[in-house]
């Protein structure tokens, strides 16, 4: 009988219009051992942060997008952008089911995702609360949610191969 390849799917997450370096270190931190393919950033580069401890853009792409439309441009072939973003009519975490193949979308610290971005999103997701979480905790939150309810591996860490001189 012909095996079937099983469907892995994959995901990018990113931030726009990020102000905080810190917090997106951390997120990108999440990303990475939550399975992340490539992480962004759109409007705000990212400058190198220790709270990535695992430095993450050593291992999976960083990309940065200079507008929003960019971004749009960029989306991989039948991919879905997720934005993820607190309001009334948005759907919990717990009753979303994830796109294989994910955008993840998160807003900045202070403004959030304006609503012409909102717009465009594809799928628009909310976590619990009452008042909105760091970003960088949303993230991991979503993505946990994500790896949960998807199982499909995780990347695995070599802790013994630690060679001198590599950047
Ligand atoms: C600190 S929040 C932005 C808050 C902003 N002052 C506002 O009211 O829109 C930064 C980002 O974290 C994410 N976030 C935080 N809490 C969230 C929640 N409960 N549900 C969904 N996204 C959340 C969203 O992507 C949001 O744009």
Known sequence: MPKE????????????????SENIGTL??????LGASFIFTVDKKYKRQPSDVLKTWRN???YH????????KALPYDSRLVG??????????????HPMRAVYLLGAEDN???PKIIEKCHHLVKLKGNHSLNVAVAGSILLHDRAEKMDLGLPEFDYTSKRKGRT
């Open 5 to 20: 390849v099983v469907q892995k799917g994959f995901f990018g997450i990113g931030v726009y219009q990020v102000k905080r």
């Open 28 to 33: 990108w931190r999440s990303a990475y051992i």
């Open 65 to 72: 997008y200079d507008t929003i439309e960019d971004l749009y």
């Open 112 to 114: 959030g995702l304006p």
């Open 84 to 97: 993820i973003e607190m309001g009334d009519e948005v759907p919990e975490l717990k009753d979303f089911d």
């Open 60 to 62: 999976i792409p960083l």
